[in-house]
């Protein structure tokens, strides 16, 4: 009798430890690898995650480069063999593209794209945001699936959702109605997680909390631990209904609001919007003397006094290279110098300005000044013949461009890139010769129309009337071309518009080159115009090396590019 005794009151222990254990337990979240993978750096994150002894990991999705390309599983899937607990994954953009990446997900993974499961207390959903850019585009069977979900686990003590894109960002920055966040609150959400964004933010919004995590080897910006840009992982411990999280970096723990979504946003706009530089020529005759207008927008509670760096190389001249500035919160600095070319245009001048923000922090803004580039087309009677070809006469005759810089304003590495402009009344004409010494590891997998082109070795190009609508093309060694045509003004995408564009490549033994004839009409021009506003670029995926005719690549960078329609009668 009492032996029994003693095994009853050892299985109650038993239990009892049992549900304390469920309880009481630690997760990792691994952050994104894709977007340019640094594998050594992604080994080490994981390798410390695996020292740590979680009882599961739970990623955020964009594991691998390409999820279409099943050699590209490979070797992330092996360093992940060395966690000895279960690994749940989230499917991210470069993970998933369509159904069959989908299946291969599935199927290199153990899961589904989206699927919930249990560990004590807690239940976790995920998501899977991975093809769609917002809530209102998720497939209805996923959200009737995760409505479903959440009413039957209402009840548990915790639940934590996970998808890639952090579709929350923008609401709680701009203070947007989310269908999503209502569903969270009624339904008891304890905490939300994404990745995409390779930087940490975290915010607490009706309760909910919701993490941004970083990257633990995916490409990102310069380093910075105040912006939480650095590689990382997410260390969480649940106690009964609590969850605390610690961001580590390689055997560094941070606070968990080292930067808010606010903070973010802000390091955002700095970069893009509140520090703006413009050229234009006050003299005709004198195109190589440039007016510079600088103008910096205070969006901090105090004021700003720092200097105005300009950092030039031999090729340009500017006569006051420090500027010092006061500017009081909510004003915008309007500030003008000048620069002369005398050689060739790239490297760029550098704007350097220190912007204090925040919690004591700061953001180092490093940037080419936006310099206005202008070239011009010249007027034949006749469009050469689209044949993969281009002869000495045409290219004698041609504008040409051949000087190209990186993103950073650098002249770029890229080998040799040739670009030639020629038009009549009705048609432009461009041809581009891009050498490569070997034509062996030219990447030209897509061959059909508005397939995925600009993954492969490419020219894109950006063509518009009045920086407003805009034509996006890109081709490659294939012939293949993928385009549509935005209206920025409208805010509308039109992926289906094609544009009646007649191509030709050709491959050479060191280089491989295209030639395409473009209708003006198609582009939106007519007889009048005169100037058409430009940028392209040509990308070469095996290095991810870019050479840019402006050094950036986004829509607005058209209005710093300048293709003029020279008229020989005139």
């Known amino acids: ?117 249990d560990y004590g207390n807690t239940h976790f959903i995920i998501l899977d945001n991975s093809t769609v850019s917002n809530y209102d585009e998720m497939d209805e069977i996923q959200i009737e699936w995760f409505t479903e979900d959440l009413q039957m686990n209402k009840d548990k003590t915790n639940i934590y959702v996970f998808m890639h894109k952090p579709f929350w960002a923008n609401a709680v920055a701009e203070g947007n109605e989310d269908f999503m966040h209502d569903l969270f609150k009624e339904y008891n959400v304890d905490a939300v997680f994404t990745g995409h964004w390779h930087q940490y933010a975290y915010n607490e919004i009706d309760g909910i909390e919701y993490y941004l995590v970083g990257s633990s080897g995916g490409g990102m910006p310069a380093e910075n631990d105040e912006l939480g840009i650095f590689y990382q992982y997410l260390w969480c411990k649940v106690e009964a209904d609590k ?214 070795d490419s020219m894109g190009f950006l063509l518009s009337a009045d920086g407003n609508v805009i034509y996006q093309f890109y081709v490659n060694p294939n012939e293949a071309i993928w385009d549509m045509r935005t209206d920025l003004k409208e805010n509308k995408y039109d992926k289906e518009w094609n544009g009646n564009f007649e191509v030709q490549t050709r491959i050479f033994d060191n280089s491989w080159m295209v030639e395409i004839k473009i209708p003006l009409n198609e582009i939106g021009f007519n007889e009048d115009t005169k100037e058409m506003k430009i940028n392209f670029r040509r990308y070469r995926p095996y290095d991810e090396k870019a050479a840019f005719f402006i050094p950036e690549w986004r829509y607005n960078s058209v209005n710093s590019g300048k293709l003029r329609l020279e008229n020989q009668n005139e």
């Open 1 to 117: 009798m009492r032996n029994f005794k003693i095994i009853i009151i050892f299985i109650i222990l038993l239990l009892t430890f049992t549900l304390i254990a469920e309880d009481n337990f630690h997760f990792a979240i691994l952050g994104d690898r894709t977007g340019g993978a640094d594998q050594e750096a992604f080994e080490l994150v994981v390798k410390e995650m695996s020292n740590l002894r979680p009882d599961f990991v739970v990623t955020v999705g964009d594991l691998v480069e390409d999820g279409r390309i099943l050699s590209d599983w490979d070797v992330p899937m092996e360093t992940m063999k060395i966690f000895e607990c279960p690994v749940y994954y989230i499917p991210g953009n470069h993970d998933i593209y369509d159904e069959a990446s989908a299946k291969t997900f599935t199927e290199k993974t153990g899961n589904d794209p989206y699927y919930s499961f």
């Open 243 to 456: 969850i605390h999280t610690s961001l580590i970096k390689s055997g560094n723990m941070f606070a968990k609001d080292l930067v808010t979504i606010e903070e973010e946003q802000l390091s955002y706009n700095i970069r893009k919007k509140f520090i703006q530089t413009k050229s234009r020529t006050e003299d005709d005759s004198k195109p190589d003397e440039l007016n510079i207008e600088i103008s910096i927008y205070n969006d901090t509670e105090k004021t700003i006094n720092e200097n105005i760096e300009i950092l030039i190389k031999e090729n340009w001249i500017v006569y006051e290279s420090v500027i010092p500035v006061s500017i009081q919160p909510g004003d915008t600095l309007k500030t003008e110098l000048i620069i002369i070319k005398q050689g060739n245009f790239f490297p760029l001048p550098i704007l350097k300005f220190v912007y204090p923000f925040g919690r004591e922090k700061q953001f180092i803004y490093e940037k080419p000044l936006n310099i206005t580039r202008i070239i011009q087309s010249t007027e034949v009677k006749k469009i050469p013949e689209i044949d993969g070809m281009i002869t000495k006469k045409e290219k004698k005759g041609a504008f040409v461009v051949d000087e190209f810089g990186d993103e950073e304003g650098e002249l770029s590495n890229l080998d040799k890139t040739q670009v030639f402009f020629l038009h009549n009344d009705e048609f432009l004409y461009i041809a581009t010769i891009c050498t490569e010494e070997n034509t062996d590891s030219l990447k030209a997998d897509f061959t059909g129309r508005d397939e995925d082109v600009y993954y492969d």
